[in-house]
Nanobody
Framework: QVQLVESGGGSVQPGGSLTLSCVVS????????MGWSRQLPGKQRESVAF???????NLPDSVKGRFTITRDDAKNTVLLQMNSLKPEDTAVYFC????????WGQGIQVTVSS
């Protein structure tokens, strides 16, 4: 059974930082692309960071320069380092793996508020 477990979310003030972690079990992550998406209240889920099997990354302009995605296939883990957080980053964040099949985590809340 494939499981993705996110951790590291919570509340932070504007300008603060958080690191989200996603530990994957049941598959070999080196065979998959990995990434993070988020869902803002009342809106569709949007991609915030993607990292290919090769290590190539892709992030939208809204987070580029503030968010960094990394992967450690030895630990079956994908990380999302988030700096200079803004209130508009408040959302539920989901990690995923994508290959022959696609799997998603349950999501974790990130709240940016003063």
């Amino acid at each position: 059974q494939v499981q993705l477990v996110e951790s590291g979310g919570g509340s932070v003030q504007p300008g603060g930082s958080l690191t989200l972690s996603c530990v994957v079990s049941g598959i070999i992550t080196s065979n998959y692309h990995m990434g993070w998406s988020r869902q803002l209240p009342g809106k569709q889920r949007e991609s915030v960071a993607f990292i290919a099997r090769t290590g190539h990354t892709n992030l939208p302009d809204s987070v580029k320069g503030r968010f960094t995605i990394t992967r450690d296939d030895a630990k079956n883990t994908v990380l999302l380092q988030m700096n200079s957080l803004k209130p508009e980053d408040t959302a539920v964040y989901f990690c995923y793996v994508r290959g022959v099949s696609e799997y998603w985590g349950q999501g974790i809340q990130v709240t940016v508020s003063s």
